[in-house]
């Protein structure tokens, strides 16, 4: 049993950084990798950034490459997603996610659990 809940959305300018944190709870925790995903208005889910369960070997979606970070802090229970460079496609609302599988797939189907999601409107 997992629980998870993403915090740090918020609004921020074309160009600005923000960080996102998704806090757990559960002893299994520490096995799971764990994925960020998000979801545009219309736009279906999309898989973002994903982590081991020890917090080596990210992975990214091409588009968030060079400007998005994925860590975790097992000691803390906690995921972060630190984004920069932020551009208006990437206002979403974005969601944390654990899973059992390695390497971390983007189809939301392998993901076990989720957070309820957190806003990011990022303006022009």
């Known amino acids: 049993q997992v629980q998870l809940v993403e915090s740090g959305g918020g609004l921020v300018q074309a160009g600005g950084s923000l960080r996102l944190s998704c806090v757990a709870s559960?002893?299994?925790?520490?096995?799971?990798?764990m994925g960020w995903f998000r979801q545009a208005p219309g736009k279906e889910r999309e898989f973002v950034a994903g982590i081991r369960w020890d917090g080596e070997r990210p992975r990214y979606v091409d588009s968030v490459k060079g400007r998005f970070t994925i860590s975790r802090d097992n000691a803390k229970n906690t995921v972060y997603l630190q984004m920069s460079s932020l551009k208006p496609e990437d206002t979403a609302v974005y969601y944390c996610a654990a899973t059992r599988t390695w390497p971390v797939a983007p189809d939301p189907a392998t993901y076990d659990y989720w957070g309820q999601g957190t806003r990011v409107t990022v303006s022009s």
């Open positions: 559960g002893r299994t925790f520490t096995r799971y990798p």
